[in-house]
C-alpha cells in the first residue's frame, strides 16, 4: 500500500514536499518513483531511487528542480520540488516497481503498485 501526501497550492517559484509512505512487502530489488498527470495528458515520469543504493533517475523537465530522497527506516520516498513552474500542475503518483532494470525505470507500465495521487496546482 502506497500513501502520498504534501500537494496543494503554490504560487510559481515556490516549493512543495510529497511524501509516499509505503507497507506491506517488497522485493529486495525495487525502485520507488513519482509520475504525474495533468488534464488531458498522458501520464508521465517525473523521478525514480532505487532502493538498493539510491541511485536517482529524473526527467529532463524537473532536473535541476525536483529532488527524489529515500528515508529506508520509515520506508518513505520524499519528492522535493523547487522552483515550481504552472507546467508543474498535475496529480502526482507514487508508485513501486518490484524488479527494477534501468533500461525500463522510466516506464509507468512497469510500476506494479501505485498511490491514489495527490494534487499539485502552481498558480501563475
Known amino acids: 500500500q502506497l500513501v502520498e501526501s504534501g500537494g496543494g497550492l503554490v504560487q510559481a517559484g515556490g516549493s512543495l514536499r510529497l511524501s509516499c509512505a509505503a507497507s506491506?512487502?517488497?522485493?529486495?530489488?525495487?525502485?520507488m518513483g513519482w509520475f504525474r498527470q495533468a488534464p488531458g495528458k498522458e501520464r508521465e515520469f517525473v523521478a525514480a531511487?532505487?532502493?538498493?543504493?539510491?541511485?536517482?533517475y529524473y526527467a529532463d523537465s524537473v532536473k535541476g528542480r525536483f529532488t527524489i530522497s529515500r528515508d529506508s527506516a520509515k520506508n518513505t520516498v520524499h519528492l522535493l520540488m523547487n522552483s515550481l513552474k504552472p507546467e508543474d500542475t498535475a496529480v502526482y503518483y507514487c508508485?513501486?516497481?518490484?524488479?527494477?532494470?534501468?533500461?525500463?525505470?522510466?516506464?509507468?507500465?512497469?510500476?506494479?503498485?501505485w498511490g491514489q495521487g495527490t494534487l499539485v496546482t502552481v498558480s501563475s
Open positions: 508508485a513501486v516497481n518490484q524488479g527494477v532494470i534501468t533500461s525500463t525505470i522510466r516506464s509507468a507500465d512497469m510500476y506494479d503498485y
Open positions: 506491506g512487502r517488497t522485493s529486495n530489488n525495487y525502485a
Open positions: 531511487i532505487r532502493w538498493n543504493g539510491g541511485s536517482t
